[in-house]
């Protein structure tokens, strides 16, 4: 998870198995949706950067239409191969 400094890419969020949710900021709305990476990553390229400032500008509420719209970047939080091994 090492891309945060050079900052991510549609296939490091990918690799990463991060998730990607847009929100509408909007008080009657508060639509959230996870963004389908892969589709992105097929649009735009895998090297295409996915930092927020490169993709809120890009999106609409799909449920409002509205233009407010925020980023939540979630990390894989399953238990790795160590964690299941040591609950074990």
Avoid at 51 to 62: A, V, Y
């Amino acid at each position: 998870m090492g891309q945060i400094g050079k900052g991510w890419t549609f296939q490091s969020l990918i690799d990463d198995k991060m998730t990607v949710t847009a929100y509408c900021h909007k008080p009657a709305c508060h639509h959230k949706q996870e963004l389908n990476l892969t589709k992105l990553r097929d649009r735009f390229g895998p090297d295409a950067p996915a930092m927020e400032w490169d993709i809120r500008p890009k999106l609409r509420c799909k449920k409002c239409n509205g233009i407010d719209v925020g980023l939540i970047y979630t990390p894989d939080t399953s238990p790795t191969d160590y964690g299941k091994a040591k609950d074990s």
